[in-house]
Nanobody
Framework: QLQACGGGLVQAGDSLRLSCQAS?????????IGWFRQAPGKEREFVAT????????DYADFVKGRFTISRDIAKGTLYLQMSSLKAEDTAIYYC?????????????????WGQGTLVTVSS
């Protein structure tokens, strides 16, 4: 089970940190967990992903240099630190997980999904 939180209303240029509590997953470390987002009227898109065991990451081009994905294995928590937020970052942000070690940007690769948290950036 994945539980995302930390969304809210912020102004352009502000920072925000999202969290995703991962529970009920196997004790195996062989997971990849990522963030996706869906803006109103748009399809869900990949934001960032991390290999749980090694911390290797991958990002969508539009967030490189602004967003950082990380994880705390002891706490079973995934994070997305977002800075220099723009109005176009407004979306519902979802965390998702998949078994295995291959980083991937396709939502079809992820089996487990959280309920999402809304981020609204005012310009």
């Amino acid at each position: 089970q994945l539980q995302a939180c930390g969304g809210g209303l912020v102004q352009a240029g502000d920072s925000l940190r999202l969290s995703c509590q991962a529970s009920g997953l196997s004790a195996s470390l062989y997971y990849v967990i990522g963030w996706f987002r869906q803006a109103p009227g748009k399809e869900r898109e990949f934001v960032a992903t991390i290999r749980w065991s090694t911390g290797s990451t991958d990002y969508a081009d539009f967030v490189k240099g602004r967003f950082t994905i990380s994880r705390d294995i002891a706490k079973g928590t995934l994070y997305l630190q977002m800075s220099s937020l723009k109005a176009e970052d407004t979306a519902i942000y979802y965390c998702a997980a998949r078994n295995g070690a291959t980083l991937g940007s396709s939502s079809a690769m992820y089996r487990f999904w959280g309920q999402g948290t809304l981020v609204t950036v005012s310009s």
